[in-house]
């Protein structure tokens, strides 16, 4: 399977710099898997963060469909790091992707 992802999905190399625990192979899963949503169709994203998985996933909708991303927004759920607003953060993370995007 590892070799599929590496082979047949391509997200745009500027994703995997953002900041997030999410491990390069989910990403490109994410991508992968957004991908095969109907081009009018609705994914839905239960814990968003700071938006990484976000991003993959937005940037493998076809034209058309949406991503419904639903948080707290208080970084209350994550062992690591501090309560705190991530909306904002997620916001700017996800910005090329805000017409595909809408958080909850």
Known sequence: MHGCLRLLSRPPAELYSLPGYLHPLEGRF?????????GDGLALEVGSFK???????????PQGARLV???TWCNDARPYDPPRDCLPEFLANTWAYR?????R
């Open 30 to 38: 994410l991508f992968w898997l957004a991908k095969r949503v109907p």
């Open 69 to 71: 991303c639903v948080d």
């Open 51 to 61: 938006g990484k998985s976000s991003g993959f996933l937005a940037a493998g909708l």
């Open 99 to 103: 017409g595909r995007i809408q958080p």
